[in-house]
């Protein structure tokens, strides 16, 4: 019950929790924030996320990003290489300067977010091929988001590529890994988190970027039109690189949807906890992650709804691959994270 309001509601759970944040040192001046206070714990959020999710990935899907390798790598490719290209573009096209800049370079450096998995779901596109992209970007994450992030954000600003890894590893590959393997060693730890792992891993990304609000509450004010159309562009533009390259590469219908998907949604509840460890004094930087979080979950609704307006023939050999994973995945529908 809990988990079909709160996946039902997302959006707006999502905007009562950050009002409440951007509201609470009005509402008890005087007494603890528990958005500032749990600010320094994000990191240790998103492992339990990322603990979360790896739990609920399915042992067929892992084996499938060895299957297909070569196709889970183009698709890996695309993602890795036009995210970045059109967050350092839009950001210069739009005239970006300071945190505005790092946090829409970060927007296009982190992998993708596995709520793509749940659209493509909806979009009746090949859901496997969904989860395989975001799993190969996801496990990858470690050895190419810093080079990226070195390739864009450092030209603005030093950070550390050695100590991005090194986070990312333990934030993100690290947890997935240990979920997976106790999800198939032990029944009940699957089964507690079929039924926990959607519920923390959604509750985790609302609550980030309600810190994100908490934190940048006299800032939120300087956010205006031209931030929101650089974000746009890098959105916009990620769906299209998606098809585009799908299409030059002549993949079946459901596997273009996929990418498609997988290209635009970016998993920026992980940069908006990049953002505020790298650049701790920064924390305006955290905003441009947290507006794409919540923009490309209703693009990427809307065009997964347009999609499926269009069904794939069911005599399509995609569509019957697609079919028959899609009730080992749709229980990945805690991931909306991503954000």
């Known amino acids: 019950m809990l988990r079909r309001y709160l996946e039902r509601f997302l959006p707006v759970w999502l905007v009562l ?17 528990p958005f500032l206070l749990s600010k320094p714990y994000l990191p240790h959020l998103i492992a339990v996320t990322m603990l979360a999710i790896g739990s609920l990935l399915p ?29 350092y573009l839009s950001s210069q096209a739009w005239g970006l300067e300071g945190p505005w800049l790092i946090g829409c370079l ?24 969904s989860v395989s992209l975001t799993t190969s970007a996801t496990l990858l994450s470690p050895l190419v988001v810093p ?26 590959v690290l947890p997935v890994a240990v979920g997976f393997a106790m999800s198939q060693l032990s029944m009940a730890w699957r089964s507690m ?19 994100v609000v908490a934190a940048n509450r006299t ?13 746009g562009t890098i959105n916009f533009g990620g769906y299209a690189a998606g098809y585009l390259a799908a299409l030059a590469a002549r993949l079946p219908l459901g596997m273009r949807r996929a990418l498609t998907l997988e290209i635009g949604m970016q998993n920026a509840g992980l940069g908006t906890t990049l953002v505020l460890s790298l650049f701790p004094d920064q924390p ?29 023939p069911p005599s399509s050999a995609d569509e019957q691959r697609s079919s028959r994973t899609m009730n080992s995945t749709s229980q990945m529908d805690c991931e909306s994270d991503a954000s």
Do not use: H
């Not at 080079?147 to 993100?172: A, H």
């Not at 926990?196 to 509750?203: K, T």
């Not at 800032?219 to 931030?227: D, F, R």
């Not at 490309?296 to 999609?307: D, E, V």
């Open 17 to 33: 929790l950050c009002v409440l944040a951007f509201i609470w040192s009005t509402l008890i001046p005087k007494g603890p924030d």
């Open 59 to 87: 042992r067929e899907e892992l084996l499938g990003v060895f299957r297909r390798w070569p196709l889970v790598l183009f698709g890996t490719a695309v993602q890795y290489s036009s995210m970045p290209a059109l967050a």
């Open 106 to 129: 970060m927007v296009g450096c982190v992998p993708g977010a596995m709520a793509s998995n749940v659209l493509t779901l909806i979009a009746r596109g090949n859901v496997s091929y």
């Open 147 to 172: 080079y990226v992030m070195w390739l864009t954000v450092g030209r603005f600003v030093e950070f550390s590529v050695i100590r991005t890894g090194v986070e990312l590893l333990l934030m993100v």
């Open 193 to 211: 988190a079929a039924k926990m792992g959607p519920i923390v891993a959604n509750f985790v990304i609302l609550w980030i970027i309600a810190v």
């Open 219 to 231: 800032q939120l004010s300087a956010v205006n039109a031209i931030l929101l159309a650089a974000l």
């Open 284 to 312: 305006q930087a955290a905003i441009p992650c947290a507006l794409y979080t919540f923009g490309c979950m209703f693009t990427g609704t809307l065009l997964s709804r347009w999609m499926a307006s269009f069904p794939i």
